[in-house]
């Protein structure tokens, strides 16, 4: 068992150590159809132009963003079991005791 642990960890090491094999472009690559990387702020802009705004989170500002999250940390600060559901709860707990 410990011959075929250090075999496979030497041959996984080989294989880590030989270099990438070099493949020809893809179809789509070589014929110049990959798409482009554009920055989001340029597309942001874009959408505004036309009337479009993303209501998104990108369009928020970081404040109202702050906000919101503020806002949804205070509704999960309250009671997850509502006050009725709980005395029952409890009162049939302790009848099965």
């Known amino acids: ?3 075929a ?3 496979c960890c030497l041959i996984a090491g080989l294989a880590a150590c030989m270099a990438s094999p070099d493949l020809p472009p893809a179809d789509r690559q ?3 159809e990959v798409p482009r990387l554009v920055p989001i702020s340029g597309l942001l802009a874009q959408s505004s132009a036309q009337g479009d705004a993303p ?4 369009a928020a500002s970081p404040a109202a963003r702050a906000e919101r999250l503020r806002a ?4 999960l600060r309250g009671p997850v079991i509502a006050s009725g559901d709980r005395a029952r ?6 009848r099965l005791r």
């Not at 209501?55 to 990108?58: N, S």
């Not at 949804?72 to 509704?75: L, T």
Request: glycine content about 4%; cysteine-free.
């Open 72 to 75: 949804r940390a205070a509704q």
């Open 89 to 94: 709860l409890l009162a049939s707990d302790s």
């Open 55 to 58: 209501e998104t989170e990108f």
């Open 30 to 32: 070589a014929r110049g």
């Open 1 to 3: 068992m410990r011959r």
């Open 5 to 7: 642990i250090l075999s």
